[in-house]
C-alpha cells in the first residue's frame, strides 16, 4: 500500500533526502540521490518501533570467530550503503516488488560487548529472541558467518527444528569442540543440537573438503557448474519441501571474481547469475528468517563484493515476500 504523496515522490530522487529518518510510510519505494542522505538498508525506515512489522533488518558487526581474514564487522555498514544505488527503483527478477507488500524497516545493529567474547552468543541470542516476541522475522546482515549460530538458536527456539538453506563455499560443519566460537564449525553444533535438521537441509556451492557430510545434502559448486541451476532449485525444494527453513548467504559462494570482499575466498565459485537464479527458483519456500554474511569491505574492489551483498539480501527479501506463493 504506497501512500499517494510517495507514488508522486517516487518520480523525482531530487525531491526527497534522508529518507530512512523522514519517509512516513514503511511500504513502498521512494527514490533519493544514491550518493547522499542517511543510509539505511534499502532506505528503510530506521527504527526501534516493530509493531506492525513484517521484517526488521538486523546488522550484526561480529567478526571474532574468523579463520582467517578478519573485517567483517565493518558488512553491515557496506551493504547499507551499497543498497542504496538498489533504491532508487523497484527489484528487479520477481515481478512485483517486495516493499508493496511487506512493512520493512532497518532495525540498526545488535549490541554486544566484544571485550567479552564469552557473552556473545547470549547475548546475540537474547536480542533475536526479543525482536521474534514481537511476530517480526529478521534478515541479519554479518559479521562473520558464526553470527547465523545465535540467530538460529532463536528461531529454533520459536519455530522447533528448521531447514537450512545454505549458500557457501564452506559447509561450516567441520567437528569441534562443544563451546567454541568458529565460523566453520557452527553448523556442526547447530545440527547436533537439534536445532537444524540436516536430512531436510540442502548445501549449495561448497568447494571445500570435509569427510562428513553429517546428513547434510550437499549441492557441491562443481554439482553447480555441470548439472545447471534449475537441477539444483529441483533437488533443494524437493529436499526442504514447505517445511519452515531458514536462509543463510556466506558471499563467498560467489567466486571471488565477483565477490573478492570476504575473509575466506575459494575460487570456483557461483556467478551473481546463478546466485540469482537460484533464489528465483526458489519463491515459495517457507522462509522464516534470513542472512547475509561474510562481506569484508577492507578486501573488496570497486565495491563490487557489498554490491553483490546488498543485492542477494534485497532478493532474500522478495523471497519473504513471495512464500507461500506457488
Ligand atoms: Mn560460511
Ligand atoms: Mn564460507
Known amino acids: 500500500m504506497i501512500v499517494e504523496n510517495e507514488k508522486k515522490a517516487q518520480l523525482d530522487e531530487f525531491e526527497n533526502i534522508d529518507l530512512a529518518v523522514t519517509r512516513d510510510s514503511h511500504y513502498g519505494t521512494i527514490a533519493e540521490p544514491v550518493y547522499s542522505g542517511v543510509l539505511s538498508f534499502m532506505r528503510r525506515k530506521y527504527t526501534k518501533q516493530l509493531k506492525d512489522v513484517d521484517v526488521a533488518v538486523v546488522g550484526v558487526p561480529f567478526d571474532l570467530s574468523v579463520t582467517n581474514r578478519p573485517g567483517a564487522r565493518f558488512g553491515p555498514r557496506a551493504v547499507r550503503e551499497a543498497s542504496a544505488q538498489l533504491a532508487w527503483g523497484k527489484a528487479w527478477g520477481w515481478g512485483e516488488d517486495p516493499f508493496d507488500s511487506l512493512n520493512v524497516v532497518d532495525w540498526g545493529d545488535c549490541l554486544f560487548d566484544p571485550g567479552y567474547p564469552d557473552q556473545i552468543v547470549h547475548s546475540l541470542e537474547k536480542q533475536f529472541d526479543q525482536l521474534l516476541s514481537q511476530d517480526v522475522s529478521t534478515l541479519a546482515i554479518g559479521g562473520d558467518h558464526f553470527v547465523s549460530y545465535p540467530i538460529i538458536k532463536a528461531y529454533a527456539k520459536k519455530y522447533g527444528p528448521l531447514s537450512l538453506i545454505h549458500f557457501d563455499a564452506h559447509c561450516d560443519t567441520w567437528r569441534d569442540k562443544e563451546g567454541r566460537i568458529d565460523h566453520g564449525t557452527m553448523f556442526y553444533h547447530a545440527a547436533k543440537q537439534g536445532l537444524i535438521d540436516p536430512e531436510h537441509s540442502a548445501q549449495i556451492g561448497i568447494r571445500t573438503h570435509n ?25 533443494t525444494r524437493e529436499v526442504v519441501g514447505d517445511r519452515p527453513c531458514y536462509i543463510t ?13 570476504t575473509g575466506t575466498p575459494v575460487i570456483g565459485g ?8 537460484l533464489l528465483r527458483g526458489l519463491k515459495g519456500v517457507n522462509v522464516m528468517g534470513m542472512d547475509l554474511v561474510e562481506v569484508s569491505p577492507s578486501y573488496d574492489v570497486g565495491q563490487i563484493t557489498s554490491l553483490a551483498g546488498a543485492t542477494i539480501a534485497l532478493n532474500l527479501l522478495c523471497l519473504f515476500g513471495a512464500k507461500g506463493s506457488c
Open 270 to 277: 557461483l556467478t551473481s547469475a546463478q546466485a540469482l537464479e
Open 249 to 261: 548467504f556466506d558471499i563467498d559462494c560467489l567466486d571471488p571474481s565477483v565477490a573478492p570482499g
Open 211 to 235: 569427510s562428513e557430510s553429517h546428513g547434510f545434502n550437499v549441492f557441491d559448486a562443481d554439482q553447480v557448474h555441470t548439472l545447471g541451476v534449475p537441477e539444483i532449485i529441483a533437488r
